[in-house]
């Protein structure tokens, strides 16, 4: 079966830092995999989404980037993190149907 | 005007209770409706998945698409304290599409 798995759960980073969040699927081959970020009230926005290896669209510019070095693997970063990139960050992933997502890294900058 | 709005509640039921949670969407487009449990601090876990209208059962969980008003619904019935979650609505066009949720519905169900 398909597993999604996201680490860290909780991370706590000072201003300026650099930030890595990595996202790994199993079972399944060639996947879309999304970066997501939900703040409270405000609902799901898509930040990245990867169709293959190397192949990344940005939905909004912002202080973050992200890459697939692997095709079942996507990780999200940060050169220097703002207080604003506090949130709720998921990854997720589809073939040919809804998005289906990591339990979710809880990102605090102090 | 948003691609789907949903009522964030608070929404605060007994146990037993039959629970609606309802959205409502733009784009007449939209063919494939998703619903998600959302449990805190955790990510959304996929709870039904349909496409065009009619409804979709899957134990105490009924899901319902009205594509004439724009309207989706998720119905539990016997409502549990497990269910206790924030409940989200998505919906696209299509599968390889953009995907648009609701901001989630808060649900509490008191034992």
């Known amino acids: 079966s398909q597993t999604i798995h996201q680490w860290p759960a909780t991370l706590v980073q000072p201003v300026g830092s650099p930030l890595s969040l990595e996202c790994t699927v199993e079972g399944t081959s060639n996947p879309n995999l999304y970066w997501y970020r939900q703040a409270a009230g405000r609902g799901l926005q898509l930040l990245f989404y990867s169709v293959g290896i190397g192949q990344i669209s940005s939905e909004v510019p912002q202080n973050l980037s992200a890459s697939r070095p692997q095709d079942r693997q996507f990780i999200l970063s940060s050169k220097k993190l703002l207080l604003s990139d506090s949130g709720f960050y998921l990854c997720a992933w589809s073939v040919g149907g809804p998005r289906l997502f990591g339990q979710g890294t809880r990102l605090t900058v102090v | ?111």
């Open chain 2, 1 to 111: 005007q948003k691609e789907v709005e949903q009522d964030p509640g608070p929404l605060s039921v007994p146990e037993g209770a039959i629970v609606s949670l309802n959205c409502t969407y733009s784009n007449s487009a939209f063919q494939y409706f998703m619903w998600y449990r959302q449990y805190s601090r955790k990510g959304p876990e996929l709870l039904m998945y349909t496409y065009s209208s009619g409804n979709k059962e899957d134990g105490r969980f009924t899901a319902q698409v009205d594509k004439s008003s724009k309207y989706i619904s998720l119905f539990i019935r016997d409502s549990q304290p497990s269910d206790s979650a924030t409940y989200l609505c998505a919906t696209s066009q299509n599968t390889g599409n953009q995907f648009y949720f609701g901001t989630g519905t808060s649900l509490t169900v008191i034992p």
